[in-house]
T-cell receptor, first 118, second 111 residues
Framework: SQTIHQWPATLVQPVGSPLSLECTVE??????LYWYRQAAGRGLQLLFY??????ISSEVPQNLSASRPQDRQFILSSKKLLLSDSGFYLC?????????????????FGQGTRLTVV | SQQGEEDPQALSIQEGENATMNCSYK?????LQWYRQNSGRGLVHLIL?????REKHSGRLRVTLDTSKKSSSLLITASRAADTASYFC???????????FGQGTILTVHP
């Protein structure tokens, strides 16, 4: 069966420090991978998605970047954190597209990382 | 940006009652999905309804979709205290599995 691991669970970082959040998926190949951010009491906002190794798309301009060095590894990074980067970060995966674009499959989420920038 | 709006933002009911949550979206979709989030945790998929479907059932869940009104509803029947969580709708299927989430409904079921 497929599993998704995301760590750390919580993180407190000072403003200006770097960030690296990691997500790995097991039990599937060539998944689509996603990073979402959830502000307190709000819905999720898609930050990045990836359909393959080194294929990253950014959805919103921001202080963060993403990388996919291996098929089932997705990393969210920042060189210098801002206070506004605080939030709940969720990694997710879906089965790869059978054809470009349309997909009617569910997403599977990790347990999230709560980041507080102080 | 978030395109979905959910109504109500918070819902408080007694065990055994039904809970209905509504969701509206703005752009065309291929499917509408509902997720549940327990406090401080990841999201769990509940049900997916395709754009050519009008109603779908799964256990105590019933989802409807009205594409002419760009709206969906989630009904949880005979609610239990364990159903207490936040519920999100998400429109998807248009591109590489990307989802656009609503703001969520916080459901509290009192025993």
């Amino acid at each position: 069966s497929q599993t998704i691991h995301q760590w750390p669970a919580t993180l407190v970082q000072p403003v200006g420090s770097p960030l690296s959040l990691e997500c790995t998926v097991e039990g599937t190949s060539n998944p689509n991978l996603y990073w979402y951010r959830q502000a307190a009491g709000r819905g999720l906002q898609l930050l990045f998605y990836s359909i393959g190794i080194d294929q990253i798309s950014s959805e919103v301009p921001q202080n963060l970047s993403a990388s996919r060095p291996q098929d089932r590894q997705f990393i969210l990074s920042s060189k210098k954190l801002l206070l506004s980067d605080s939030g709940f970060y969720l990694c997710a995966w879906t089965e790869p597209s059978l054809r470009q674009g349309v997909m009617n499959t569910e997403a599977f989420f990790g347990q999230g990382t709560r980041l507080t920038v102080v | 940006s978030q395109q979905g709006e959910e109504d109500p933002q918070a819902l408080s009911i007694q065990e055994g009652e039904n809970a209905t949550m509504n969701c509206s979206y703005k752009t065309s979709i291929n499917n509408l999905q509902w997720y549940r989030q327990n406090s401080g945790r990841g999201l769990v998929h509940l049900i997916l309804i395709r754009s050519n479907e009008r109603e779908k059932h799964s256990g105590r869940l019933r989802v409807t979709l009205d594409t002419s009104k760009k709206s969906s509803s989630l009904l949880i029947t005979a609610s239990r205290a364990a159903d207490t969580a936040s519920y999100f709708c998400a429109s998807g299927g248009t591109s590489y599995g990307k989802l656009t989430f609503g703001q969520g409904t916080i459901l509290t079921v009192h025993p």
